[in-house]
């Protein structure tokens, strides 16, 4: 059974650096084409892709975002970590992490509000 | 790169059939696999369609993905509309550059 979950500060300050964690099992990151994506959606907007990794440590990242974002992985740990750098309040969103073989997104986790204000 | 456009809202009634378009900007929406996505209020988004046409798991027939290369678009189709499917669609496909590209996202209202 697959599962993916997000944790992270639910609340940051402008300019601070945002680090979220996406921890999951049922599947491994050491398997040839297995993948993880992270995926922001503001109050009320659509859908934004930021970044994924897959299990040859290629990291991908959006074109617009690339600079202010790092994402990494711990096998030993079954875990995913997105940085953020210089957060805004345009950052504000809730932060989903996704299981991505084949470029599907097929197990998605519940999400995770993080509200950026002084 | 290229975008995925889908318009922005659709709404039918019960029991009459719906068609949510995603056009692709710039090269074939044949090259790249399509899914679609249903996002209800709360809650993360899960899978419909995959490869294009494939129901996910669970998902009922009344669910039904094509592409057309003549308009380079992607359709998702629900035919005998429920209430229950009043919900966000995103589509959603890549490229070599970015390997995951949303749609905008197409709110259906059921009435």
């Known amino acids: 059974q697959v599962t993916v979950r997000e944790s992270g500060p639910a609340l940051v300050k402008p300019t601070q650096t945002l680090t979220l964690t996406c921890t999951f099992s049922?599947?491994?990151?050491?398997?040839?084409?297995?993948?993880v994506s992270w995926i922001r959606q503001p109050p009320g907007k659509a859908l934004e892709w930021l970044a994924l990794?897959?299990?040859?440590?290629?990291?991908y990242y959006s074109t617009s975002l690339k600079n202010r974002l790092t994402i990494s992985k711990d096998t030993s740990k079954n875990q995913v970590v997105l940085t953020m750098t210089n957060m805004d309040s345009d950052d504000t969103a809730t932060y989903y992490c996704?299981?991505?073989?084949?470029?599907?997104?097929?197990?998605w986790g519940q999400g995770t509000l993080v509200t950026v204000s002084s | 790169n290229f975008m995925l456009t889908q318009p922005h809202s659709v709404s039918e009634s019960p029991g009459k059939t719906v068609t949510i378009s995603c056009t692709r900007s710039?090269?074939?929406?044949?090259?790249?696999?399509v899914q679609w996505y249903q996002q209800r209020p709360g809650s993360a988004p899960t899978t419909v369609i995959s490869?294009?046409?494939?129901?996910a798991s669970g998902v009922p027939d009344r669910f039904s993905g094509s592409i057309d290369s003549s308009s380079n678009s992607a359709s998702l189709t629900i035919s005998g509309l429920k209430t229950e499917d009043e919900a966000d669609y995103y589509c959603?496909?890549?490229?070599?550059?970015?390997?995951?590209?949303f749609g905008g996202g197409t709110k259906l209202t059921v009435l």
């Open positions: 996704a299981r991505t073989r084949n470029r599907h997104l097929d197990y």
């Open positions: 049922g599947f491994s990151l050491t398997t040839s084409g297995m993948c």
């Open positions: 990794i897959d299990w040859d440590d290629e990291k």
């Open positions: 710039s090269g074939s929406i044949g090259s790249n696999y």
């Open positions: 490869e294009d046409n494939q129901r």
């Open positions: 959603q496909s890549y490229n070599s550059r970015s390997p995951v590209v």
